[in-house]
Structure formats: structure tokens, C-alpha cells
């Protein structure tokens, strides 16, 4: 690979596998030092797939993140990810289905500002203070008057409705 | 984990970049840079092998969705919040110079993306953020606000020259506070730090927490906990622990003062449980001195008492904290012209306590010593 080309992989794909691999679990720094190594490694392999192919070179990308993330998973003895390859699948197909098309998740982030816009005033607000400003789950227990449990609870039913906006808007583009 | 769990941690990824200002990070420039430092060293391997140049294809543009034509208020809404949005997180990286002096080189109050501030050799300047982060520059250095994207919440300074401390407020591992320098940059979740760039290379010290340190040269971040040191340089990268600092230790012992001859009164200290009296002494004007070991304490307080609850007749003048030693229970003037020179203090016959503690000062931070209290008896 010259290095020209690692630089147009490079722009085209690191966000793509910086998602990806958070997706996987990753957290913030070992999806960035992930991400480094892994075009590292394609940039050293000494063959590689035909890299015209959009969807064959995101793959290839995808499988190294994939095996470098398994490989620090096995290293991290005490990792709170635990890899399963059925897990893997079903994250992979997920991963294809509903994120890849939608060049490289934009598609996503659109729909998902639209689908948080037509959320109800007090689930848009429990989603501000909870990832925006970053409450913990005491704070937004005391702030909506539910329990701790009830703000995971209703965190996760928010993030259900998202998803399924999410889904419905990129079927009907 | 079902589809639904998969789903879920997807639509979670997105939520924390979307509104939490997880930006993805541009990792381009440390890859490019290992890349080329790769291939000078294995030049001939890669001579050797078919080199084929590969054309990316440019992706698509995505249709753009009808909701929007639809919902053409609903995006004026949108848009209004989100600028709103916008300006919160322009203003959570924005530095305001909050103290310098005027010879100081700054264009305004608030360091907008590609200004700078430049100190010289008289002083240094303080730059702090709105969540209370604050950046000591130290003098002739310069320091610059690099651009960032309009989603970016990471706080960024770029140290062009000089040295820098900061004490930086817990932030969101998402969006670490970075310092970037010429041959490396460190990421800081929360932290008190040094970061020092010239010509030899690129250091961090690390007084407290954790921060990762990324050398432009590529390789792995290191993480660089309390008391540990990076520095990256033409050299390579090296990393260990700080030479302890002097210790201070605060104040040691007192003596017991002549001040008709600002002398001490003998060689050994006034120890805790002795009984003076005054006739056995050459001169009834005393004082007392706390002695310090160590750094010179940027403060000391000394309080006198009596244990019957009497005053302890201790010149009214003498101040509590004292900033300059030597340091005197019953207060040192300078109304005769000469330096160090103790009042003088009679005390009645009675039981005495005296306490000391030293305060040492590091920019906002404040340290006491363990103070040192002594009881001792005054008699005729």
C-alpha cells in the first residue's frame, strides 16, 4: 500500500472504525490507539484485498479492528468485554444492517437528531442532562423524581424509541 | 447479548457523540508519521516489492431526507437549539486571560481558535476556563488556541514555546482536555501537570492524576500517572518517575530570643514542659523564634495563649501570619532600620503554649506543615 493510499483509507474509514469499535465496547482511548494500529497493519500487509472495492476494503478494515480488539480483549485478563463469537455475529450483522449503509453512520447521526427533536419534552430533557451534561443517575433520579433503577429503566425505553426512529427514517431514504 | 442489547449500545454510541460531544479523534497525522517512519526503515524491503497505487473511490453524497422540507419549523427550532448548543461549547473551550500584567502580548480577554498569548521574561500570564480549569504560562512562553470543529468540546491549547502548569477540572473522558506540543501532545481527564516545550524536546510532569502522553512520532500512547514523567525529543521517548521534590518539612523547633541584642538567648531550643525564670535570664525583653527546615514557608502563623485564659501580653502589633522569616511569636519590626529585628515581650509568670504551622503555596494551592505546639512555664 503506498502512502498515498493509506491516506485516503485513513480519511475515508477512521471514523467508521473508531464507531465500530466502540460499538464493540471499546472504550474512548483503546478505540483511538485501536484505530492507529489497525491501519498500521494495513498499511504493513503485504497483500491486500482489492482496494477499489468500497464494501471488500471496509470489511478488510472492519476484520483487523475486529481481530486487534479480540486480541486486547484476551490480553486485558480482568476486561469487562467478554467476546463471544455469537455476541459477534449478531453486533457484525447489526453493524451491517442498520450503521454501514448509511456512509459510514452520517446517515445515523442525521436521523437520530431529527428522532431526538420529535422526542416528549421530559425524555429529551433526561437525555440532555444524561449525556450532555452528564449527570449521574442519583442527580436524574432527584431531578424527574424516579427511582436510580427507574432512570436506567427509562433511559433504555428512550434509546429503544430512538432506535426504532432510527430504523423507520433510514428505511423510508 | 439479543439484537435488542446490540441495538441499544448502538443508539448509546450515537447519543454520546451526538449530544454528549464524543467526537471521534483524527488519529491521521500519528499514523502518517509512523507509516514514513516505517518505510525509511525498511526502504530496500519496500523497493523490492510491486507497489500498486490505489484510487479510493469518493463516497456517495446521501440523499437528503424530505423531512426537512417537511418540517421546515421544526429545523428553525432545531437550528435556534443548536446554536445555542454551539455557543455552550465554544465557550466551555475558550480561555479568558484572568491575570497578567500589560506587557504581556495577547489580543483580547478571551482566546479565540488561532489566537495566542505570548509572556516575556518579566511575568507570566493565567488563562482559565469556565468549568474552573486553570493554565499557569510561565514566563517567556507562548502558548496558542489551535481551531477545532464545531463539535468539539475538548479544551485544546497548543504550547508553541516555554513551560506551563495546569490544574485541570475532571473532564469527560470523551473530550479530554489537549496539550499539544512540537514533538508530542498529552490528553488530560483531570489533573494538576507541567508541560514544557523547547528545542530539546517536549515533557510532561504529572503532580497529580492520570494523563496520556501521544509523541508525533507515532507508537503507543503512554499513561502517565502521579509523580511519573514523559518527555519526547529527536532522541525517542522516555518515561519515569520525578526526582522527589525538597521536602518541607515546616517547623521544626523553637528558640528562645534576646531581643534587646536580636540574638538567640542560647544554643539549645526552648523544649515543651520547660520552666524559665526570668531572673536567671540576662535581659527580661524575650521573644521566640520558630525555626523552620526546609523551604522557606510562604507563611507562618504563631499563636501565643495563656492556660488560665489570660492575655498572653504579646505586642498587639505582631501579626499571626508572617510571610517573611525569621519567624517571631512576639512579632519582628523595623522601626530602628535593622533587619530581623525582634520586639520585645515580658511575659507575666504563668504556663505558655505556643503553636506554629507553615503554609507553603504553589499557585492556588495551599499546604500546611503539622503544626508544632510547645507548653512551657514563666516564673520570677
Redesign the interface.
Known amino acids: 500500500m503506498t502512502h498515498q493510499s493509506l491516506a485516503e483509507i485513513l480519511d475515508a474509514h477512521q471514523t467508521e472504525l473508531f464507531r465500530y469499535l466502540k460499538y464493540l465496547g471499546a472504550d474512548h482511548a483503546v478505540a483511538e490507539d485501536l484505530v492507529q494500529d489497525a491501519f498500521l497493519r494495513a498499511f504493513k500487509a503485504e497483500t491486500t484485498p482489492d482496494l477499489d472495492n468500497l464494501k471488500v476494503r471496509r470489511a478488510w478494515l472492519r476484520r483487523i479492528a475486529h481481530n486487534l480488539f479480540m486480541d486486547f480483549c484476551r490480553r486485558k485478563a480482568r476486561s469487562p468485554v467478554a467476546f463471544d463469537s455469537a455476541a459477534a455475529d449478531t453486533a457484525e450483522a447489526l453493524w451491517l444492517n442498520e450503521f454501514l449503509p448509511h456512509d459510514e453512520g452520517l446517515g445515523c447521526m442525521e436521523a437520530l437528531e431529527e428522532c431526538v427533536h420529535e422526542l416528549p419534552d421530559r425524555s429529551r430533557e433526561m437525555i440532555d442532562a444524561f449525556y450532555a451534561r452528564r449527570s449521574s443517575r442519583d442527580e436524574l433520579s432527584r431531578q424527574f423524581g424516579i427511582s436510580p433503577d427507574g432512570v436506567k429503566i427509562a433511559l433504555r425505553r428512550i434509546r429503544q424509541v430512538l432506535g426504532d426512529c432510527i430504523h423507520q427514517r433510514l428505511s423510508q431514504a | 447479548?439479543?439484537?435488542?442489547d446490540?441495538?441499544?449500545?448502538?443508539?448509546?454510541?450515537?447519543?454520546?457523540?451526538?449530544?454528549?460531544?464524543?467526537t471521534?479523534?483524527?488519529?491521521?497525522e500519528?499514523?502518517?508519521t509512523?507509516?514514513?517512519a516505517?518505510?525509511r526503515k525498511s526502504a530496500p524491503q519496500l523497493q523490492t516489492?510491486p507497489?500498486r497505487?490505489?484510487?479510493?473511490?469518493k463516497?456517495a453524497p446521501?440523499?437528503r431526507?424530505p423531512?426537512f422540507a417537511i418540517?421546515a419549523m421544526?429545523a428553525a427550532?432545531?437550528g435556534a437549539?443548536l446554536l445555542i448548543?454551539l455557543r455552550e461549547v465554544e465557550a466551555s473551550r475558550t480561555p479568558a486571560l484572568t491575570r497578567t500584567e500589560e506587557w504581556v502580548k495577547h489580543p483580547s480577554r478571551l482566546l479565540s481558535a488561532g489566537e495566542s498569548v505570548s509572556t516575556d521574561a518579566r511575568t507570566g500570564a493565567v488563562l482559565t476556563y469556565s468549568d474552573g480549569t486553570v493554565v499557569e504560562l510561565a514566563a517567556n512562553t507562548t502558548v496558542r488556541v489551535p481551531p477545532a470543529s464545531w463539535r468539539d468540546r475538548s479544551k485544546k491549547l497548543e504550547l508553541v514555546q516555554g513551560a506551563l502548569t495546569a490544574r485541570v477540572k475532571p473532564q469527560?473522558?470523551?473530550s479530554p482536555m489537549i496539550l499539544a506540543a512540537g514533538y508530542a501532545r498529552a490528553?488530560v481527564v483531570g489533573t494538576q501537570l507541567a508541560f514544557r516545550h523547547d528545542d530539546g524536546g517536549t515533557r510532561l510532569e504529572v503532580t497529580e492524576g492520570e494523563v496520556?502522553f501521544l509523541p508525533k512520532a507515532?507508537g503507543?500512547?503512554l499513561s502517565i500517572t502521579t509523580g511519573a514523567f514523559a518527555e519526547a525529543g529527536a532522541s525517542g521517548v522516555q518515561s519515569g518517575t520525578i526526582a522527589p521534590p525538597l521536602p518541607k518539612r515546616g517547623i521544626v523547633r523553637f528558640t528562645l530570643m534576646n531581643a534587646d541584642t536580636d540574638l538567640p538567648m542560647r544554643e539549645q531550643e526552648l523544649h515543651d514542659g520547660e520552666t524559665l525564670s526570668l531572673a536567671s535570664l540576662p535581659t527580661q525583653n524575650l521573644n521566640v523564634r520558630a525555626d523552620y527546615e526546609g523551604d522557606a514557608p510562604s507563611s507562618v502563623n504563631i499563636t501565643v495563649t495563656r492556660d488560665d485564659g489570660q492575655p498572653p501580653g504579646v505586642p498587639s502589633a505582631a501579626s499571626n501570619d508572617q510571610t517573611e522569616p525569621p519567624f517571631f511569636a512576639a512579632g519582628d519590626h523595623w522601626a530602628d532600620g535593622r533587619p530581623n529585628d525582634c520586639r520585645a515581650w515580658t511575659p507575666q509568670p504563668g504556663v505558655y503554649r505556643i503553636s506554629a504551622t507553615a503554609t507553603y503555596t504553589a499557585g492556588a494551592d495551599a499546604r500546611r506543615s503539622p503544626p508544632l505546639d510547645i507548653t512551657f512555664r514563666i516564673t520570677e
Not at chain 2, 1 to 4: A, L, P
Not at chain 2, 24 to 28: A, F, G, K, L, T
Open positions: 447479548m439479543n439484537t435488542d446490540h441495538r441499544d449500545q448502538l443508539v448509546d454510541m450515537l447519543l454520546r457523540e451526538l449530544v454528549g460531544g464524543e471521534p479523534p483524527d488519529v491521521r500519528r499514523v502518517m509512523a507509516a514514513m516505517r518505510s516489492l507497489v497505487p490505489t484510487a479510493v473511490p463516497l446521501r440523499p431526507s423531512i418540517a421544526a427550532l432545531a437549539m448548543h469527560h473522558p470523551g490528553e496520556r507515532g503507543k500512547a
